[in-house]
């Protein structure tokens, strides 16, 4: 029964696999640089990759003062009461679904955004990161106060000890000691801000190209969960694009699987 | 334990109220109700919901009907696939689904007539913008023209919406004016799905340009006729029935093979006199009243 | 002086940087609430939706939505309960339990938007369950199995060695001692993990979208093979699609009872959590 779970990310992998080969027989490796999706002429993945990155990024460029701030606070200086407030209030930000946050993005930051920096249109790489980062800040909280819990106390005693300030206690001496379990956290973040699906693809935009100039994050662009999503109902079953949806299902799975396997690693070290 | 109490009380409101639930469906008899699924165009689907919804008042019984969107590409795909007995497409078969789907022997049904319009915000046909040529729309979209002051609107940027791929809006759209049905369009700002979140983005902006139905058009979004050397084609149901105007289509439902039983009689409900109703109320036009179902095998 | 200033500003940006964050909750609450409110009633609750959604409730559609929690919920459990038995009691090694661990938890950072996509390969293509809600419980129950393992996990391991002394010292073999012990010990961390499953369930779209749902024309399942509407679906196309303002205050109002249904289920988590640890330091 426990070879369950394994069987389950196996066949994940098989199926995207065996389904995802003829894409890259046609395109090679241009599969994943070119940017290039066009049904029925090219499929180049380019443009998705870098959307999910892009995306990524910003949300953690965001949310990280927010989450590590908020973790280092409520960790060291809040009393068991209130780290109690803070964590039932993050499981429960953590269980908004997807499309609520979809929802609030689309009539509510999307809208914001737009007026905000006076743009064309709210539905940005910009508007998707924001919201992203919104959606990972109780994964990288929760993840981040427990590796810093962790560190023993007699660290923080002897800084006290010698007289250092409490923030520079924190400073000096457990943060550092939690940096594993902090990048663990993050690790983890990203791979949930990588995989969000509905949220994403109601505000990103849904054009399939790599901005120009790149840094500009105004613009509409198109991440891989958010291009699965949209087109997966047309290309069911079989063709060339459905090969080609699935090479993206598959470069998403490696990158996910990647970041999370990475990311329980640093976490473990804590987790002693 | 009184954990075990509260949650055997737990486990009891559960199985209550999954036999509340099930007061209405029995699952003893899985037997197959007769479901007609029909996917595809959301052009198209304002008929078919409204006439499903007629058509099970009129005849009664136990059958389902469900009509859901995705688009014209989607209902192709999923006919084929036989994931749905009817298909609603608003274009043409393109030639890579003829090829693809040559087993399935797709038979198409006419039912309506409509027309693709070149819509604009309403500033910008207010600000003067009521007709363009073909070319000045090939060039908007190939990013050749880039302010409405150059088309004789407002001293604004245009910003050109453009539609997933495989929507028959688009085909026919694009058919027209760049001369390919699967053209790109390289200065696409935003890409939208269905017809309606076409109509919001072009609302929502000052300055925007978009392919939407006919019926769609409203006072925030206004077609724009368009510009044969001296005369101006707007379009309106004469022109879309005449033939006139460019950018005519047929709405159409699709079937693997000859439809048979209920995906027959509801496409006969929809080309008869109810169905014509509908379809005008919904804002296309309805076929020519000698029309039978008419059956084009690719 | 200078280091009492650095650290009262200090504690000040963080104070605020965590306010930030529960802030963040009840801005959401709050806009869910204030936009959707309006379109409560007891009609809205339990009337069926007509006209694309534009009038009419959304009672059908909560009622796909717990079914396929529900079943999801049922089919898992057992799975997850054999699993995590065999993991605590029946292997030894620790690598292999470091190796199925992370794998357990990387499957539950899994997109889920992949798991709609293989599970609509395997479950209803190859299984030929096709879209359905049957398949829908199959994607849901594969993807919260590792929320309800390792809640489970954590209980059964969570109970004093104590109970295992003594039952062992009773004469009880492994399978008397699984039946008496453990299972009675860890009901509460299946509760839990149940809950937070069905939460977790309830609040997914992407893996149902296509392979489960309907946005019209089916009321409640009649046969394994319909698909059902759902909250989430309805309100994903109405997002999309809404032709006027009504139609989109009633997707924000099945947002509402949706993040409802969620909440509660979280809040009652925390209610046996809360219990659980009393018991745990008896």
């Known amino acids: 029964m426990a070879a369950l779970s394994v069987v389950c990310a196996g066949t994940i992998f098989l199926y995207l696999l065996r389904e995802s080969a003829p894409v890259f027989f046609a395109e090679g490796s241009g599969f994943l640089t070119r940017s290039d999706w066009w049904v029925g002429e090219s499929y180049g993945a380019g443009s ?81 990161g924001l919201l992203l980062g919104i959606m990972i800040l109780p994964t990288i909280i929760t993840l981040s106060e427990d590796a810093l819990r962790s560190v023993p106390g007699e660290y923080r005693e002897t800084a006290l000890a010698l007289g250092l300030t409490r923030i520079e206690m924190v400073w000096s001496t457990v943060i550092p000691q939690a940096v594993p379990g902090i990048i663990g956290a993050i690790f983890l973040g990203m791979g949930r801000a990588m995989g969000e699906t509905i949220a994403v693809m109601l505000v990103i935009g849904g ?31 079989s063709g060339l694009h459905w090969n080609a949806l699935m090479g993206l299902g598959l470069t998403l799975f490696l990158v996910v699987m990647t970041l999370s396997m990475a990311g329980n690693m640093f976490l473990k070290r804590v987790r002693m | 334990m009184y954990i075990c109490k509260y949650s055997k009380k737990w486990v009891c409101l559960l199985v209550l109220t999954l036999v509340f639930m099930t007061r209405d469906f029995s699952l003893l008899w899985a037997g197959e109700r007769e479901t007609l699924r029909i996917v595809g165009s959301t052009t198209v689907l304002p008929i078919a919901s409204r006439a499903a919804e ?138 939208t799905g269905s017809n309606n979140e076409e109509q919001a983005k072009i609302a929502q902006s000052d300055g925007a340009i978009g392919m939407l139905s006919v019926a769609w058009l409203n006072e925030d979004v206004k077609g724009t006729g368009i510009r044969e050397g001296d005369r101006v084609i707007e379009p309106t149901r004469e022109h879309i029935v005449s033939g006139d105007f460019p950018m005519a289509r047929s709405l159409v439902f699709l079937t693997a093979g000859e439809p048979k039983g209920l995906a027959r009689e509801f496409i006969a409900f929809v080309l008869g006199p109810k169905g014509r109703r509908i379809i005008e109320n919904s804002g296309y036009t309805p076929m020519p009243a000698t029309t039978t179902a008419q059956v084009t095998t690719p | 002086m200078k280091r009492e200033v650095v650290e009262k500003s200090a504690l000040g940006v963080l104070a605020i940087l965590t306010g930030t964050g529960v802030l963040l909750l009840l801005l959401i609450l709050g806009s869910v609430i204030w936009k959707g409110g309006p379109a409560l009633s007891w009609e809205f609750l339990f009337e069926a939706s007509s006209d694309f959604g534009n009038a009419g409730g959304i009672y059908y559609q909560t009622v796909g939505t717990l079914l396929l929690m529900l079943g999801a919920a049922l089919i898992s459990m057992p799975i997850a309960l054999g699993t995590a038995l065999y993991l605590t009691e029946y292997t030894q090694s620790e690598t292999v339990k470091k190796v199925l661990r992370n794998l357990i938890y990387s499957l539950n950072a899994m997109p889920t938007i992949l798991f709609g996509l293989v599970g609509y390969l395997f479950f209803g293509v190859f299984l030929n369950t096709g879209v359905s809600w049957l398949t829908g419980m199959l994607i849901l129950a594969v993807m919260i199995l590792p929320t309800l393992q390792v809640s489970i996990q954590e209980a059964i391991e969570g109970i004093p060695e104590k109970y295992r002394e003594t039952g062992m010292s009773l004469g009880l073999d492994h399978l008397a001692q699984v039946r008496s012990v453990i299972i009675p010990h860890s009901w509460h961390g299946m509760i839990t993990g149940v809950l937070l499953g069905l939460a977790r369930a309830a609040g997914e779209t992407a893996a149902i979208m296509f392979t489960a749902t309907t946005f019209s024309g089916i009321l409640l399942p009649q046969s394994w093979a319909d698909p059902v509407p759902t909250l989430q679906t309805h309100i994903l196309v109405l997002a999309q699609d809404a032709v006027n303002s009504a139609a989109l205050t009633k997707a924000w109002g099945a947002a509402l009872i949706l993040l409802f249904i969620v909440f509660i289920l979280i809040s009652f988590s925390f209610l046996l959590r809360g219990r659980l640890k009393m018991e745990a330091e008896l």
């Open chain 1, 48 to 128: 998705m990759i870098f959307g999910s990155f892009m995306v990524t990024g910003i949300a953690l460029i965001i949310i990280l003062p927010f989450a590590l701030g908020g973790a280092v606070f409520t960790s060291e200086f809040l009393s068991p009461r209130w780290r109690l407030v803070i964590k039932s209030v993050m499981e429960l930000l953590a269980g908004v679904p997807g499309i609520v946050y979809g929802l609030l993005g689309m009539s509510m930051l999307a809208v914001w955004v737009k007026s905000g920096f006076g743009l064309i249109d709210g539905n940005t790489i910009f508007t998707a």
């Open chain 2, 54 to 191: 007629q058509f099970k008042a009129l005849k009664g019984g136990t059958f389902r009907i469900t009509v859901n969107a995705g688009g014209s590409g989607v209902g192709v795909n999923s006919v084929a696939g036989r994931r749905a007995d009817i298909g609603m497409i608003s274009r043409e078969l393109s030639d890579g689904e003829r090829r693809r789907f040559r087993d399935s022997h797709l038979t198409l049904h006419q039912v309506a007539r409509d027309g693709v319009v070149c819509a604009v915000s309403s500033e910008v046909y207010e600000g003067g913008v009521r007709a363009l040529t073909k070319q000045q729309i090939s060039d908007i979209y190939r990013g050749r023209l880039t302010n409405w002051q150059e088309v004789g609107g407002p001293d604004r940027r245009i910003v050109v919406v453009d539609k997933e791929r495989h929507r028959g809006t688009r085909h026919v759209f694009m058919k027209y004016i760049l001369g390919n049905a699967t053209a790109r369009a390289p200065a696409a700002r935003l890409v």
């Open chain 1, 207 to 237: 054009l399939d190209k790599i901005p120009a100039p790149w840094f500009d994050v105004f613009q509409a662009g198109q991440s891989i969960p958010s291009k699965l999503g949209r087109e997966a109902a047309e290309a069911i079953g």
